[in-house]
């Protein structure tokens, strides 16, 4: 069956560095993978998409890849601050084709320190 | 911007009893989905609906059935509701077409069930 795994570990780093978030994916190959922001109590946001074609996307201090031979995609915050502090969701299409239909990852927790 | 609603953000409930959560989108979205959020396993969908009238069993719909009977409302019944439905309850709303990729969820109820 398709399975997301995400780090369920918090990850906490030091303000200004770049902030680095996995998400593998195994026995099916989607069509594009999003990622969203979830704060506590609250629904997720969209960040970004990037499509299987693509290698890379960026957006602001965000940029994302999406390695389909590996089953990977990493998300990365370049000069983070306290306010990126979230829980960061994967969410690759579920299937390979447009069905309008995400798996979601269990998140991975970040804490950025002042 | 889009928006997406929810009746209650925080319910306690018998079990036992019916439990109703509604969902209210503004943006003429064609497809509607619930899921629910428990620590360490994600976001896992209940049922989704592609159109007025129109749904399909998620991966967990065990419980649970839907009503949409107009476009911007999707509303989510527990029939008898049990403590293993304690959970956060989120809806989401996405358009068709390319852009139906992206979900735009709403603020989430909190139900326990007791």
């Known amino acids: 069956s398709q399975k997301i795994e995400q780090n369920s570990e918090a990850l906490n780093i030091q303000e200004g560095k770049t902030a680095t978030l996995t998400c593998n994916y195994t026995n099916y190959s989607p069509a594009y993978l999003q990622w969203y922001r979830q704060d506590p109590g609250r629904g997720p946001v969209f960040l970004l998409l990037?499509?299987?074609?693509?290698k890379e996307k960026r957006k602001e201090r965000l940029k994302v890849t999406f390695d389909t031979t590996l089953k990977q995609s990493l998300f990365h915050i370049t000069a983070s601050q306290p306010a990126d502090s979230a829980t960061y969701l994967c969410a690759p299409s579920a299937g390979s084709s447009n069905t309008g239909k995400l798996i979601f990852g269990q998140g991975t927790t970040l804490q950025v320190k002042p | 911007d889009v928006k997406v609603t929810q009746s209650s953000r925080y319910l306690v409930k018998r079990t036992g009893e019916k439990v109703f959560l509604e969902c209210v989108q503004d943006?003429?979205?064609?497809?509607m989905f619930w899921y629910r959020q428990d620590p360490g396993l994600g976001l896992r969908l209940i049922y989704f609906?592609?159109?007025?009238?129109?749904?399909e069993k998620g991966d967990i719909p065990e419980g649970y059935s839907v009503s949409r009977e107009k476009k911007e409302r999707f509303s989510l019944i527990l029939e008898s509701a049990s403590t293993n439905q304690t959970s956060m309850y989120l809806c989401a709303s996405s358009t068709t077409g390319r852009a139906q990729e992206t979900q735009y969820f709403g603020p989430g109820t909190r139900l326990l069930v007791l």
């Open positions: 943006m003429d979205h064609e497809n």
């Open positions: 609906s592609y159109d007025v009238k129109m749904k």
């Open positions: 990037i499509r299987e074609n693509e």
